[in-house]
């Protein structure tokens, strides 16, 4: 067994920003856990991460442990990871490959398919086609192959007058291809995974949306947070289950956090669909895994501590 981390003599570099989508996001979620790292008694060194600079940053300073709160492309995706490696500097999260294959809606969606967790039909459309005509029956989703936090996700109703014109004017997200996906009406849940314990099962009821976009996750008073979730115990199980199998399927280490639709409208067919694993999932105020952890009798010091005591190389 690895032994614990002395945190006064451990430095922590906590890597945040970046140039991604997401990068408000990081910045939040970075400063956070630094805050309570410091807490915890660690050396923090928060590291606003540039292109140019990084590995000359992390090269000069040698920390014992970077803290990986980047999100969305060059942070979540695995590329941060593989600079650490070649580096060699221990650090928190997935490893390349399941960061690299968990950002990939379309790629992580065949690993869940094998390891038998269901997930919603769905296929990858040209963009100019997802502008111009219904590549499917709505309702259905269109998002971006590999962004987080919804960004650039849009939902086509039966009602909408026509198919999603906006993704033209949002190339930079989308390249050349968008995932187009059927639509799972009812409840929004997720549910995390810590080591090889899967946390509660969280409702996510959205105040200023029909669903849980940008502003429902992020902004203050956004969402309500239902812990534990009231949907039936079968299903709440499940939720567990899926989320861990689906975590080891992908190779994930650490903490990720699974996304769910959970169909219990009239009429539905109280079907449990999987949309996404987060390897990174937010950290900020209003974010679910500290919500989660602290449903499970662990504070947020308590969930970075683990993190990095957890923090290895060939993740």
């Known amino acids: 067994m690895k032994p614990k981390l002395v945190p006064q003599d451990t430095t922590v570099a906590v890597l945040m920003g970046g140039w991604s989508a997401e990068r408000p996001v990081s910045i939040a979620s970075g400063e956070a856990c630094s805050e309570a790292l410091r807490r915890a008694g660690f050396k923090v060194v928060p590291i606003d991460v540039t292109r140019e600079r990084i590995v000359s940053i992390l090269q000069d300073l040698r920390p014992d442990v970077a803290f990986n709160a980047l999100h969305g492309k060059w942070g979540e995706d695995g590329c941060c990871a593989a600079v650490l490696e070649t580096l060699q500097i221990p650090y928190t999260h997935s490893g390349v490959l399941a960061s690299s294959l968990a950002m990939h809606k379309e790629k992580s969606k065949a690993i869940f398919r094998a390891a038998h967790i269901p997930v919603a039909e769905s296929k990858l459309v040209e963009l100019e086609m997802v502008a111009t005509q219904h590549p499917m029956p709505p309702p259905y989703v269109v998002k971006p192959v590999a962004e987080g936090s919804s960004v650039g996700v849009h939902i086509v109703m039966s009602s909408s007058n026509g198919p999603a014109h906006l993704v033209l004017e949002q190339r930079d997200l989308f390249g050349t291809h968008a995932m187009v996906e059927r639509f799972i009406p009812g409840k929004e849940l997720t549910c995390a995974v810590v080591g090889d314990v899967a946390l509660g099962v969280i409702d996510i009821v959205s105040k ?4 849980y976009d940008y502003n429902s996750k992020y902004a203050p008073g956004g969402s309500q947070h239902i812990l534990p979730a009231e949907i039936p115990n079968d299903v709440y199980r499940k939720c567990q289950q899926y989320a861990i199998l689906a975590h080891q399927a992908l190779g994930c280490r650490g903490v990720s956090r699974s996304d769910f639709r959970y169909n219990d409208v009239p009429g539905g067919e109280g079907e449990l669909i999987l949309l996404e694993v987060n390897t990174q999932p937010g950290m900020t105020g209003t974010s679910l895994v500290p919500e989660l952890a602290a ?21």
């Open 208 to 211: 200023s949306s029909t669903w």
């Open 295 to 315: 449903h499970a009798g662990h504070s947020f010091e308590d969930l970075v501590t683990w993190m990095v005591n957890d923090a290895s190389l060939d993740r």
